[in-house]
């Protein structure tokens, strides 16, 4: 059984296509995609020789050869995109996540569907992913080992743009409404009101501090907007 955040993963992925699972790790999550006929077929993908041995050990013993291909890749690098209609990347870091897309300039086509999971600097890619012309469709928090995590998915637009920086910390997390989304926007408040804190003590840092401490307000109201739904 997949954790928490691996399920939330899942659960945004579209039925019946292929999918590619990069960053794939041990190959849990594409294994359940296709034991559960979420994928009819799948590639797991890792930059590291260790786990991509690893998944091929899961995949093996699950019995599942003949429908996950592995590949070692960096980012989508070599992966055949026409043949794939899921993205899956999660467990790394936003800006490298915004990396893999930028170079890779063949995702850009509005077939394919990405599903995103930043362990940090969600703030980043959510700025980038508009900047590179992509938009997000649907984000959900999830709590999984003590963490909140947000889980999005995006499709290119063609339309690049920049967000204003309310949105780049929250995205689409405020229409949510979720126990898991309300607690993961007061934990964004909490690092921006520290981050503030630190910042006002120097006087080249007070305009910046005076700024978070405006978002920190805007995202109480949000949540306290929630509240009262």
Request: glycine letters at 12%; a neutral charge; hydrophobic letters at 45%.
């Amino acid at each position: 059984m997949l954790d928490p955040r691996l399920l939330a993963l899942a659960g945004i992925i579209r039925p019946g296509g292929v999918v590619a699972d990069i960053g794939a790790d041990h190959g849990h999550l594409i294994c359940y995609l296709i034991e559960t006929g979420i994928a009819v077929r799948g590639f797991a993908c890792d930059i590291g020789a260790g786990p991509l041995a690893a998944a091929a050990k899961t995949v093996a013993h699950r019995g599942l050869e003949d429908k996950i291909e592995l590949r070692q890749t960096d980012g989508l690098q070599g992966l055949p995109l026409e043949k794939i209609d899921d993205i899956v990347i999660a467990g790394m870091g936003g800006e490298l996540i915004a990396e893999i897309l930028a170079a890779a300039p063949g995702a850009k086509t509005e077939r394919l569907h990405f599903i995103l999971q930043p362990m940090s600097k969600a703030e980043r890619l959510r700025a980038a992913l508009y900047r590179m012309g992509y938009a997000i469709k649907q984000e959900v928090a999830v709590q999984s080992g003590g963490f909140v995590y947000t889980v999005l998915s995006a499709g290119y637009t063609g339309r690049c743009r920049e967000v204003d920086e309310l949105f780049a910390w929250t995205g689409l997390l405020p229409e949510e409404n979720s126990s898991d989304s309300r607690a993961l926007l007061a934990s964004i408040a909490r690092r921006l009101t520290k981050t503030a804190a630190g910042l006002a003590g120097t006087p080249s840092g007070r305009a910046q501090s005076e700024q978070y401490a405006g978002l920190v307000r805007q995202i109480n109201r949000l949540a306290e907007r929630n509240d009262h739904q």
